[in-house]
C-alpha cells in the first residue's frame, strides 16, 4: 500500500501493480443526454449527431 | 474553473503556480512514486476528483475537450515528484498520450524519472483482441 508512510514500493513496482489492475478493468458508458459544449450552449443538433 | 473545489477543499488541495493544475496539499509526498493524471474537461475536470491522500498526488487539467499541455503537466511533475519518480496514470486518448509523452521526456532532462500506464478500460471503444486500443474510462478510480 503506497500511503505516504515511505513504505511503498518503487517505481517499477507501482508500474506493475497498476498495469496489474488494469488490465483486469473493463468498463462501458452510457451517455443519457447529448454533449454540450460550453461555447455552443445547446445540445449538437439531431441532424448533425 | 478550479477555483470551487479550491474553495471547498482548500485543506486537500492546492493550486500548481498560476495554471488550472492541482496538487495534494503536502506535496511532494516523501518517500514514495507520484501519481499524476489528467485530461481535457469535457466532463466537468473530472480527474481532479482523483486527487488526494491515498489517491494521485497531482492532475494536469486541460481545456474543454482538449489535453493539458505538456508544460502543465510538467509542472505538476516538478511539485509532486520526491525522488522516488513520477507514474503517468491517464486514459488512451491520443492528445493525452502525445502531451504526457513530451512531458516525461521534459522531466527526464531535469532528471526526474517517470513511468507512464495508460487506462484502456472502454469495452465500447474497441473490440477484444485490440485491448490496447481501448479508451480510458473509469480505469483510474
Do not use: W
Not at chain 1, 517499477?12 to 447529448?34: F, H, I, K, N, Y
Request: charged content about 15%.
Amino acid at each position: 500500500m503506497v500511503d505516504g508512510s515511505g513504505e511503498g514500493g518503487g517505481l517499477d513496482e507501482v508500474v506493475a501493480v497498476t498495469q496489474r489492475a488494469g488490465a483486469q478493468l473493463r468498463t462501458m458508458g452510457v451517455a443519457l443526454s447529448p454533449c454540450i459544449l460550453p461555447a455552443v450552449g445547446t445540445a449538437i443538433p439531431a441532424g448533425i449527431r | 474553473m478550479v477555483e470551487g473545489i479550491l474553495a471547498a477543499h482548500p485543506q486537500d488541495l492546492r493550486r500548481v503556480g498560476d495554471t488550472r493544475s492541482l496538487v495534494r496539499a503536502g506535496a511532494p509526498a516523501s518517500g514514495k512514486v507520484a501519481i499524476v493524471t489528467g485530461g481535457g474537461s469535457g466532463h466537468l475536470p473530472l480527474f481532479l476528483g482523483y486527487v488526494g491522500d491515498g489517491l494521485c498526488d497531482g492532475v494536469a487539467v486541460g481545456n474543454v475537450f482538449a489535453s493539458p499541455g505538456a508544460e502543465e503537466i510538467l509542472a505538476v511533475t516538478r511539485a509532486v515528484d520526491a525522488g522516488q519518480g513520477v507514474l503517468y496514470l491517464f486514459g488512451n486518448y491520443s492528445g493525452d498520450v502525445m502531451n504526457f509523452d513530451l512531458a516525461a521526456e521534459l522531466a527526464g532532462d531535469e532528471g526526474i524519472a517517470t513511468a507512464t500506464v495508460l487506462g484502456s478500460d472502454d469495452v465500447a471503444s474497441a473490440p477484444a483482441g485490440s485491448e490496447a486500443r481501448r479508451r480510458g474510462a473509469a480505469s483510474r478510480a
